[in-house]
C-alpha cells in the first residue's frame, strides 16, 4: 500500500487544515511506518562502509566501528536499523 492509501493519512483529512509541509512529514512518518519490515535498497555509502568493517578481519582484530547517526524522526531509524540486521 502507498502513503497516500494509507488509513492514518486518510484520517489527516479529516481533522483541522494543515500546511503542505506538515501534510508531507506525517505521510513520509506514515510510509516509513507502514514499511518499516522492509530492508531499504544499498545507497551510495554501502561499499565504503563494506570495505571499512573488512578491516575487521584481520589478525589485528577490531579496528573499525561503524556508527550510524540520522537526524530523520525515529520510524526512518527503525527501518535503517532492520534493515542492517
Known sequence: MNACGD??????????????????????EAYQVAHENENLQKGAA??????????????FGRLVEVIIMSRNNANTCLRIFNSIQ
Do not use: M
Open 7 to 28: 488509513s492514518r493519512l486518510r484520517g489527516l483529512r479529516s481533522r483541522k487544515p494543515i500546511g503542505f509541509r506538515q501534510w508531507v512529514v506525517h505521510a513520509y
Open 46 to 59: 554501502f561499499q565504503l562502509i563494506k570495505a571499512f568493517l573488512e578491516l575487521n578481519n584481520t589478525e
